[in-house]
């Protein structure tokens, strides 16, 4: 990454690679369950998870 992209901008993009992620495995996870919602919530708790943790480093 280049020097003029601000810590808080490169957060929020990993922050955004995260729940996007989560929600990918969510809805995959509710159809593999048959049981979309729950698979979406589960996903996106994963995402926040994720997200935070790349956002982090």
């Given at each position: 990454?280049?020097?003029?992209?601000?810590?808080?901008?490169?957060?929020?993009?990993?922050?955004?690679?995260?729940?996007?992620?989560?929600?990918?495995?969510?809805?995959?996870?509710?159809?593999?369950?048959?049981?979309?919602?729950?698979?979406?919530?589960?996903?996106?708790?994963?995402?926040?998870?994720?997200?935070?943790?790349?956002?982090a480093?």
């Amino acid at each position: 990454m280049s020097d003029d992209v601000e810590d808080g901008e490169l957060d929020g993009q990993m922050m955004g690679v995260g729940i996007a992620l989560g929600a990918g495995i969510g809805v995959s996870l509710g159809v593999a369950m048959d049981d979309i919602p729950l698979g979406i919530a589960i996903g996106m708790g994963v995402g926040i998870a994720l997200g935070t943790g790349l956002s982090a480093q």
